[in-house]
């Protein structure tokens, strides 16, 4: 488009000569796709992980309208009466319509699980849509009822059969589900079929109105949503700042290069009249499209795989999911933020190739690199402020107020730390390896001269480390906390059985069931063990025994067990080894350094209730379960056995002999339950068969659950931390290697052979895995130590005496070797430009 006449035409050709350039850009990027390939595909994958991650992360957890319906309040009660009827009709008299549902909870025979009779008007006014219909019809008559297909597995139902429930006889007309909670296990019979319910909720709508005036548990889908410290879709927004910020780190080496290559195509651009502002609006507008193309092509296939992936989801998370129920606010700001990424990344080569004179361009020298001085503290200050964000998190949680935004502005302020404090550790690398042989000493002196690009390598790197040291350390400083013990229940070859009553006494002269009925059913136990195959079977004793702890953070928990000859005996501990005054064995590694512990036992008159004020209501009475008559080992002497087993319903810790003289327990008169023990895992139908076998003698079964071990996800995270930084890291050497071609042809032209030509690679590769390793691992404790600093829930900075050492071995140590390994094998063919030099 011409200028009118009479008007000037601007210096710089305006409108005109800009879309011109962003046309020459366009098609630069068309032209030279294989060169843009990495960024192109690294905004691809990310986008992509970013639509499928974050729907997978905010879709997973329930929704707060869960149990909800389409009300706005929900009132919850925990038995019925003359109380709980009065406070319902308070409830219709001030709001209007209310909807009952009545719940009671009803044992699973032969296992440890429970459902729910279920009493709900399927189309009440507000719970239509916590109910499906499957098959069949929803009951109309007190002789019919409906079961979710977990229950119709279970016991085998069909439609039109016959089935008893809490002693009525009903006929099975449908399935249903609760869409809202696939795990929702119940029975459903029409309003007023359940006796003496153990929970009744109300759904009504107060309509802005505080109803908390009633007295009942009045909750709102709000309150469940601020109840939720880590909310989902802010951690999917601190996941995707930290990938974005990964990519343009990446995308600054990989622009730089090709800068680097275009540059007597810029310089041709240059003399036939464009500005420095054209040729820094090529290299831009090239990084944006970039971002723009790899942002659809990201959405696209992530839409297509949430497609694929949503009916699992739907199963794993337990609840129906619509097709359209993603996180757009995540979605859009991953969109703006890798098309942002990519153009940020592309400013800082824009700036440098436009300085670059015309006739230098035209001869495709590049600029010599400036000397940078950088400074370590601007690193050093943000990764403090960080530290101390994350300590003021950890304090929240501690006091019941964690809030994610905090956890989540820590964890993005490591990054820019990492980028401020990478030139710096670069630096004094390189003064470590100035009295090394000349190949190390070029490469480091290499890494240092180009920081600009050398730099952003290794903070992406040391990002990759970082995350997966963060999540290698707090799982073992989480797994590590001996009182609130997590992880798998048992091994795979381990079952137990659960007495009819779990035969705890309140007292030791109130054992719980006659001694012809414990004789009946350790017959029983040892029966279902012989079907199986179970080489061991052990009975578990368990009193009414406590461990109270008088500090601060997380309490007790898990059976306490005695440490019968035989329990001993069945895992292979020999009486002498045990101390004469030892009160307490543990396989809990810690607990005998752990003070402020009392083995308490509720002795000769048991349990009693007493009426106290509520702390939450001081206008409200509660009572509550007190023992009347407490015996108490203060400062017990607890002595670690590594032979129990670790798993928190396995018998791991167990009072000895001395004790129980002590608390003067009868200890055959608490009998709970019988581990069994095989010489492989049991499989699916070996523990169907116990089941069915326990159903049909009164008994429970417990397996092993699939709760991960702390190396488990250690090893994970480790796996995943060093994979995708060696991954930067080829791709990086590659480019940094390939803009020092010119120096290693005059080496070549001097002498210099494959092994020289191999060592410049692979230093450069092992300094970058070494330096990447170290700074990540330094930043991922700082960060942990930071969150766990004033955290007494989760144990404080004492949690961290379990260290992850094998995971930050393969880090520290595997990582570099890998990654020298990797340059030595890259720089095994001598490359084309050490023979020619291309000619654009």
């Known amino acids: 488009m011409l200028a009118p006449i009479g008007e000037p035409r601007p210096a710089d050709g305006g409108a005109p000569g800009r879309r011109a350039v962003i046309h020459w850009a366009a098609r630069l990027f068309v032209g030279e796709w294989r060169q843009q390939l990495l960024v192109f595909l690294l905004v691809v994958v990310a986008v992509s992980a970013t639509f499928l991650g974050s729907a997978v992360a905010t879709d997973t957890p329930p929704p707060a309208s869960a149990g909800f319906g389409t009300a706005q309040?929900?009132?919850t009660f925990s038995a019925s009466g003359p109380r709980t009827a009065a406070q319902i009709a308070e409830i219709r008299n001030r709001f209007g319509q209310v909807q009952l549902i009545e719940n009671r909870t009803v044992s699973i025979p032969g296992s440890v699980l429970t459902f729910q009779l279920r009493s709900q008007n399927p189309r009440g006014p507000y719970g239509a849509q916590m109910l499906q219909l499957l098959s069949g019809h929803y009951p109309t008559t007190p002789a019919e009822i409906a079961v979710t297909p977990a229950i119709a597995a279970d016991f085998n139902l069909r439609l039109g059969e016959h089935w008893t429930v809490d002693r009525v006889t009903r006929s099975v007309v449908g399935t249903v589900e609760n869409p809202q909670s696939l795990l929702d296990v119940f029975a459903l019979v029409i309003p007023g079929q359940v006796t003496h319910p153990t929970r009744m909720t109300v759904l009504f709508d107060a309509h802005g109105r505080p109803a908390t005036t009633i007295g009942a548990n009045v909750t709102t889908p709000a309150m469940v949503a601020s109840s939720n410290s880590l909310n989902p879709e802010t951690l999917s927004l601190a996941v995707l700042t930290i990938g974005m910020l990964l990519i343009a780190l990446v995308a600054i080496v990989g622009f730089t290069v090709l800068a680097q290559r275009r540059l007597r195509s810029l310089g041709m651009l240059a003399s036939v009249g464009a500005t420095e502002r054209h040729v820094r609006l090529v290299v831009r507008?090239?990084?944006?499209?970039?971002?723009?193309?790899?942002?659809?092509?990201?959405?696209?296939?992530?839409?297509?795989a949430w497609l694929a992936y949503r009916p699992h989801l739907e199963q794993s998370a337990h609840h129906v999911i619509g097709t359209f129920q993603l996180p757009w606010t995540v979605i859009g700001a991953a969109i703006v933020l890798a098309t942002l990424a990519t153009y940020v990344a592309a400013s800082r080569p824009a700036r440098t190739v436009a300085k670059v004179p015309v006739v230098q361009a035209l001869s495709g020298r590049p600029p010599e690199p400036q000397e940078i001085h950088r400074s370590m503290v601007p690193g050093l200050v943000t990764l403090g402020l960080a530290f101390l964000i994350l300590g003021f998190s950890g304090a929240s949680q501690s006091n019941g107020k964690g809030s994610s935004l905090e956890l989540v502005t820590g964890l993005v302020l490591l990054i820019p730390s990492l980028i401020l404090l990478a030139p710096f550790c670069l630096t004094c690398l390189t003064r470590l390896g100035r009295s090394s042989t000349i190949g190390p000493r070029l490469?480091?002196?290499?890494?240092?001269?180009?920081?600009?690009?050398?730099?952003?390598?290794?903070?992406?790197i040391s990002i990759g480390v970082m995350i997966a040291v963060i999540v290698a350390t707090a799982a073992a400083?989480?797994?590590?906390n001996v009182l609130a013990y997590v992880g798998p229940n048992m091994t795979s070859k381990q079952?137990?059985?659960?007495?009819?009553?779990?035969?705890?006494?309140?007292?030791?002269?109130?054992?719980?069931?006659p001694p012809e009925l414990l004789a009946a059913e350790t017959h029983d136990a040892h029966r279902i063990a012989a079907s199986i195959g179970a080489t061991t079977v052990v009975s578990l004793i368990q009193p009414n025994l406590t461990i109270d702890h008088s500090g601060p953070g997380r309490q007790w928990s898990g059976p306490l067990y005695i440490g019968s000859p035989q329990l001993l005996h069945a895992?292979?501990?020999?009486?002498?080894?045990?101390?004469?005054?030892?009160?307490?064995?543990?396989?809990?590694?810690?607990?005998?350094?752990?003070?402020g512990l009392a083995l308490a036992y509720c002795g000769r008159y048991g349990m009693g209730t007493v009426t106290g004020i509520s702390p939450d209501k001081p206008s409200k009475q509660v009572r509550s379960l007190v023992c009347k008559d407490q015996l108490a080992v203060n400062h017990p002497v607890i002595q670690e056995i590594s032979q129990l087993p670790s798993g928190t319903s396995a018998p791991n810790t167990v009072v000895t002999e001395h004790a129980v003289r002590v608390l003067h327990l009868e200890a055959n008169s608490f009998t709970n339950g019988w581990l069994l023990e095989g010489a492989a895992a049991f499989s699916g139908a070996q523990i169907q068969s116990a089941r069915s076998q326990a159903a049909s003698d009164g008994l429970t079964i417990e397996s092993k659950n699939e709760l991960p071990t702390s190396t488990q996800i250690g090893d994970t995270a480790t796996i995943f931390g060093i994979v995708l930084a060696l991954c930067i890291l080829t791709m990086s050497v590659g480019l940094i290697r390939s803009e020092t071609a010119s120096d290693l042809r005059t080496l070549v032209a001097n002498g210099a052979g494959p092994r020289t030509r191999r060592s410049l690679t692979a230093v450069t590769a092992g300094a970058l895995g070494l330096l990447g390793a170290v700074l990540g691992t330094f930043t991922g404790y700082v960060a942990v130590i930071g969150w766990l600093?004033?955290?007494?829930?989760?144990?404080?900075?004492?949690?961290?005496a379990t260290v992850p050492a094998r995971n930050l071995l393969v880090i520290l140590v595997g990582m570099p070797l890998i990654a020298t390994a990797i340059g030595w094998l890259l720089a095994w063919r001598q490359p084309r430009a050490l023979a020619r030099q291309s000619i654009d």
């Open 285 to 304: 507008a090239n990084g944006a499209i970039v971002g723009i193309a790899g942002a659809i092509v990201g959405t696209v296939a992530g839409f297509i």
């Open 73 to 75: 309040d929900m009132a």
């Open 789 to 800: 600093r004033d955290n007494s829930f989760n144990g404080g900075i004492a949690s961290l």
């Open 495 to 513: 079952l137990i059985v659960y007495a009819t009553t779990n035969n705890i006494g309140t007292s030791a002269s109130q054992p719980s069931n």
């Open 571 to 595: 895992f292979g501990i020999s009486p002498t080894t045990i101390s004469p005054t030892a009160d307490i064995l543990s396989a809990r590694p810690g607990l005998s350094g752990v003070s």
């Open 477 to 480: 400083s989480r797994y590590a």
């Open 443 to 460: 490469a480091l002196r290499d890494l240092n001269r180009y920081r600009a690009r050398s730099g952003s390598a290794l903070a992406a």
